[in-house]
């Protein structure tokens, strides 16, 4: 079975760094994707990596280890308006190319 | 540009009753994906189209869920009768290249809250 692993919850404070990591047993890997998204609101596309090692976009990370089935979402420089769920997705082929999606974590960024 | 938009918002029916979801995708994107999050687990993928042909289906729950997009624009996912079990926030997403493609994220709409009662 497909198999995707994050924490529930983090709690962090403002102008700190985090890092959300999350596991993975999945088949068909082809990439990984991180998504944000605000209560109510659309998930977001943060990043995205296929191959191993560190993409870096701006105050957002993202790190990938295959070999491990790994990654991880590091966030610098907290913000407030950085409390949201941030979401795990991993692409994979099986029928067809689909993402498969870990239940996400909630971020919560305190003064 | 206009993001992806879904209506309605939130959709409270009663058992039994039929709801009709709508998504209208990112202009000039081909492949249209439905998404459901069923309360406390994570989203999962129900269907693909590429234009107006479903290319994978395979994540429909069961035969009272049909999709259809006629004319490969607008989408509409039918809920007829709707049960208990089928609440939750269903997601509509669009991509201009399908995910085979590298690094081809999904745009999501706000999602539809359907509650059955």
């Known amino acids: 079975g497909q198999n995707i692993d994050q924490p529930t919850e983090m709690t962090a404070t403002e102008g700190a760094i985090v890092q959300i990591n999350c596991t993975y047993q999945t088949s068909g890997f082809n990439g990984l994707f991180w998504y944000q998204q605000h209560a109510g609101e659309a998930p977001t596309f943060l990043s995205y990596?296929?191959?191993?090692g560190l993409e870096e976009k701006g105050r957002f990370s993202s790190f990938l280890s295959r070999s491990k089935g790994y990654s991880y979402l590091l966030l610098k420089e907290l913000q407030m308006k950085d409390s949201a769920s941030y979401l795990c997705?991993?692409?994979?082929?099986?029928?067809?190319?689909?993402?498969?999606f870990g239940s996400g974590t909630r971020l919560l960024v305190r003064p | 540009e206009a993001g992806v938009t879904q209506f309605p918002s939130h959709s409270v029916i009663e058992k039994g009753q039929t709801v009709t979801l709508r998504c209208d995708p990112i202009s000039g994107h081909d492949n249209l994906y439905w998404y459901r999050r069923v309360m406390g687990k994570e989203i999962k993928f129900l269907l693909h189209f590429v234009k107006e042909s479903k290319q994978d289906e395979s994540g429909m729950p069961n035969n009272r869920f049909l999709a259809e997009r006629t004319g490969g624009t607008y989408s509409t996912l039918k809920v007829q009768p709707a049960e208990l079990e089928d609440s939750g926030v269903y997601f509509c997403a669009s991509s201009q290249e399908a995910l085979s493609s590298y690094n081809s994220p999904l745009h999501f709409g706000n999602g539809t809250r359907l509650t059955v009662t």
């Open positions: 990596n296929v191959l191993d």
């Open positions: 997705a991993v692409k994979i082929l099986d029928s067809s190319y689909k993402l498969i």
